[in-house]
């Protein structure tokens, strides 16, 4: 069972490039979302998906876009990379929004630790 | 602004010790959990607190839910090298939709 999984885990890209972080769970949920992590910042929610067909803008989600065609996947789009969008982005999964409401846990990949010069 | 404020932000202090770590909100929380991430590592869950006055206990860890689903404080008896990592609160909020982070604490347990 190989849980959420994010490729790649590491990427350099040039200003203005574009890129797809790959995000794939094997769960089954139903809730999948992507944060963005920088030191002193915490985890801060780009884009969610509550199922299928279904996204939503999350804190900060200038400068990136989601698509959710099937379950399994969530791939975060960067439109044209910018320093300020160096970061560590983690994508999370869980049964479904009602069950993380009261509690249930996040599934978290290892991350992809991105670096725009 | 950040939904849910953790304190202290750094703790550096040696085995043996005990610790608390604090993460409170303004806002009431559906459930708030507790998780640990280990450098190069996706968070992991420690546990989730859903009723308001709860107290957990995982070993030597202590998690206490406030009275009014607005805080939460989690407490290391005798802290220990193996303790040593980043963490994070996060609560759910009904109809938010966003599990919601604390910024975090970095912990260090010298031998």
């Known amino acids: 069972n190989a849980g959420v999984t994010q490729t790649p885990k590491f990427q350099v890209l040039k200003t203005g490039q574009s890129m797809t972080l790959q995000c794939a769970q094997d769960m089954n949920h139903e809730y999948m979302s992507w944060y963005r992590q920088d030191p002193g910042m915490g985890l801060r929610l780009i884009h969610y998906?509550?199922?299928?067909?279904?996204?939503d803008q999350g804190e900060v989600p200038n400068g990136y876009n989601v698509s959710r065609s099937t379950t399994e996947d969530f791939p975060l789009r960067l439109l044209s990379a910018a320093p300020s969008q160096t970061s560590v982005y983690f994508c999370?999964?869980?049964?479904?929004?009602?069950?993380?409401?009261?509690?249930?846990?996040?599934?978290f990949g290892q991350g992809t630790r991105l670096t725009v010069v | 602004t950040q939904l849910l404020e953790q304190s202290p932000q750094f703790l550096s202090i040696q085995e043996g010790e005990n610790l608390t770590v604090y993460c409170n909100s303004s806002?009431?929380?559906?459930?708030l959990q507790w998780y640990r991430q280990e450098p190069g590592e996706g968070p992991v869950l420690l546990v989730t607190?859903?009723?308001?006055?709860e107290v957990k206990k995982l070993k030597r860890l202590t998690f206490q839910f406030g009275d009014a689903r607005k805080d939460s404080s989690l407490h290391i008896t005798a802290a220990q090298p193996g303790d040593t990592g980043l963490y994070l609160c996060a609560g759910a909020r009904l109809a938010g939709y966003a599990l919601n982070f604390g910024k975090g604490t970095s912990l260090l347990v010298t031998p």
């Open positions: 999370a999964s869980s049964l479904d929004w009602s069950s993380l409401e009261f509690g249930t846990e996040a599934f």
């Open positions: 998906s509550v199922g299928a067909g279904i996204t």
């Open positions: 607190v859903v009723t308001g006055g």
């Open positions: 806002s009431v929380f559906s459930s």
